[in-house]
């Protein structure tokens, strides 16, 4: 199977280029490509990693599939491409999707079960996470007594920004804020219901969703490695943080060689592409019950 960083079909321009995603324009639909491309720290790495993009793709496709009664997801086809890209299937296969094209909305929906990342840093600076009070006492990756909707609002370089509810509500409305709130809390649950007896804790993930007419899709990529933190649970210790089924390996790398996590990226050593490439296939293969097509 072929490494793709970009993809290049002649006489076509995609609409965009994402830190990982080449979209086309197709109308009232879209064409997305998850290619190996892989960022840390927002910068885009020379180096691709294997099959990365089917991960992405193929687990994306799993969890629209296993939760499509809670929402609608804005999935059409991942197998049949309208020309000219029907003669690139070999491609494309397995790492795109032809889907609708939605209005975005302008807000990252984030549930948190455990305390990590940015949540962390909050809490330590303020008892809150994007202004909700948590118990007293936390530790770092602890998990919480109930998931919580933080959301963040979209960058449109580095990172995004955490914002409060009563934020998201200024820019979505009320109504539509307590929506995506309780259908972002729903998702999280049931995903991380059916990880937990397969030894995988859900600690966190952030949604996408658009309108599509006047009906609320879940869009972009569900519950990924690239979207999610994944954690074996066998290897669960909180009071710190926790391995993880990602790009762990690649940033524990550029730490070490104290790369000032500013462009150009470093090329990356095999050994680290290797281990990173079968954390993002354990994942898959866990999560799918199945060996990536």
């Not at 294997?50 to 992405?56: I, S």
């Not at 008892?127 to 109930?146: F, Q, T």
């Amino acid at each position: 199977m072929q490494t793709i960083r970009e993809t290049h079909f002649a006489g076509i321009a995609p609409a965009a280029r994402g830190k990982v995603r080449d979209i086309y324009d197709l109308g009232d639909r879209l064409l997305i490509v998850a290619t190996d491309r892989l960022s840390a720290f927002d910068v885009i790495l020379p180096t691709p990693i294997p099959d990365k993009g089917r991960v992405l793709t193929q687990l994306s496709l799993f969890w629209f599939s296993l939760l499509r009664d809670v929402i609608p997801n804005h999935v059409l086809s991942a197998t049949d491409f309208p020309p000219p890209f029907d003669t690139h299937a070999d491609e494309l296969a397995g790492r795109s999707m032809v889907v609708h094209k939605t209005q975005p909305l302008p807000v990252e929906c984030v549930v948190r079960g455990y305390l990590s990342g940015s949540g962390w840093k909050d809490y330590q600076a303020t008892g809150k996470v994007c202004g909700i009070a948590l118990p007293a006492g936390l530790r770092e990756s602890d998990r919480l007594p109930e998931p919580i909707f933080t959301p963040a609002s979209k960058a449109t370089s580095g990172h995004d920004e955490n914002i409060s509810f009563a934020q998201a509500a200024d820019l979505l409305g009320r109504e539509l804020a307590e929506r995506v709130r309780n259908v972002s809390i729903e998702i999280y649950k049931k995903a991380a219901a059916y990880a937990e007896p397969r030894g995988v804790i859900l600690a966190d993930t952030k949604f996408e969703f658009g309108m599509l007419r006047d009906e609320l899709i879940w869009i972009d990529e569900a519950l990924t490695p690239d979207s999610s933190r994944f954690w074996p649970a066998a290897l669960y210790k909180p009071g710190g943080a926790q391995p993880s089924f990602d790009k762990q390996y690649v940033r524990d790398y550029l730490e070490r060689i104290q790369w000032p996590k500013t462009p150009p990226g470093p090329e990356l050593p095999g050994d680290v592409v290797a281990a990173t490439r079968a954390k993002y296939r354990e994942a898959f293969r866990i999560l799918a019950g199945r060996e990536l097509d």
